[in-house]
């Protein structure tokens, strides 16, 4: 799994935030759920109000899922989109497994022992 973090700051202006909402909603949001690839899409808002405002983090299956959104014209599109409304302190990330935790753990979850545990070289 892949993950792909964006943050920004939302725009000023009453009308631009209706527009941005509308479009999230609308269109920036349904568009990227159907790329082949994406498994699910998220979106946080910062309660200390402060900058970066917003996170939006998208989940891949792999790489070369991620590569085709990013390299495809309806993200241009809808980055373009949210720099035209005043989205500023544009910000990203991608993100792969880490060899040493692979595998989200939870709450009562058995701890590896060592010698399950993979190498760190290159972590």
């Known amino acids: 799994m892949i993950v792909f973090t964006m943050a920004w700051d939302l725009p000023i202006g009453h009308d631009q935030l209706h527009v941005y909402a509308n479009k999230a909603r609308a ?9 082949e ?7 946080y808002r910062n309660p200390m109000e402060d900058s970066p405002q917003v996170l939006v983090m998208i989940h891949f299956q792999d790489m ?5 959104y990013v390299l495809s014209q ?8 949210l720099r035209s409304l005043g ?12 060899r040493l935790m692979p595998e989200t753990a939870h709450p009562g979850d058995e701890p590896r ?8 070289t290159g972590l």
Request: net charge negative; charged share 25%; with cysteine.
């Open 87 to 98: 989205c500023t302190g544009f910000q990203s990330n991608v993100w792969a497994p880490s």
């Open 64 to 68: 070369d899922a991620w590569q085709r």
């Open 113 to 120: 022992h060592v010698e399950d545990a993979p190498s760190l």
């Open 74 to 81: 309806d993200h241009r599109r809808i980055m373009r989109e």
């Open 27 to 35: 269109d920036w949001i349904p568009t990227t759920l159907e790329y």
């Open 37 to 43: 690839g994406v498994v699910e899409v998220s979106s």
